[in-house]
């Protein structure tokens, strides 16, 4: 009778030691997901605003430089007058959240390139009577324009805020739906190596 006693507080003692060697098991893999959902956390914390930088680069193709577009001053132009620069266009309204969240890291974006040849224009649908007021409200000090054309398919985008990037040949080399951190390090490198590249490219002809 000993003998079966001794194999069953035997066999009881290493089921106990099994199920604690997997509750602890679990407890460390649970322990292991949660500090690595709040290191991501943390992580989209720290970046200004809780804005991530845009996600550069993405695909080419050439611009409709026939888009007629309207300064709040009344002047017309089209994209055909900044032909040879490095553009950066951005969609947005006045009633659009994340365009109004993202517009203060572009506005420092274009301080940082006003001695440069790259040239921005923020488009709105909007009448003018509508965009001046909201834009002298929040201090913004941007090239802003509104769009009385039909807009070129080439910037047709699902939602706003969406930003093209184009290069000196007219090409867009990036586009990005959404609101994003814009005078981020990333941002400020590409179209620092626009420039550049087009620099050196006319230094060898």
């Not at 997901?33 to 991501?40: A, E, G």
């Not at 909007?126 to 080439?154: A, H, I, T």
Request: aromatic letters at 10%; hydrophobic letters at 45%; a negative charge.
């Amino acid at each position: 009778m000993s003998f079966f006693n001794r194999h069953f507080f035997v066999g009881l003692a290493a089921g106990v030691g099994l199920t604690v060697a997997l509750i602890a098991a679990a407890g460390l893999l649970l322990m292991l997901q949660v500090r690595h959902r709040m290191d991501d956390l943390d992580d989209l914390g720290n970046r200004a605003g809780g804005l991530a930088p845009p996600p550069l680069p993405v695909e080419r193709s050439l611009a409709d430089f026939e888009w007629k577009l309207q300064g709040l001053d009344g002047e017309e132009t089209s994209l055909a007058a900044f032909k040879g620069k490095v553009l950066f266009v951005n969609l947005w309204a006045t009633w659009c959240g994340p365009c109004v969240v993202e517009m203060p890291s572009i506005q420092r974006l274009y301080e940082q390139f006003q001695q440069e040849d790259v040239k921005f224009l923020l488009v709105s649908d909007e009448p003018p009577d509508v965009v001046e007021p909201f834009v002298q409200e929040k201090g913004w000090e941007l090239p802003m324009y509104v769009s009385n054309d039909e807009r070129p398919s080439v910037f047709e985008s699902r939602g706003i805020p969406a930003t093209f990037i184009l290069d000196r040949e007219g090409r867009i080399v990036f586009r990005h739906v959404g609101s994003a951190q814009w005078d981020d390090e990333s941002s400020v490198r590409f179209l620092n190596e626009l420039l550049e590249k087009k620099a050196v490219e006319g230094d060898s002809t």
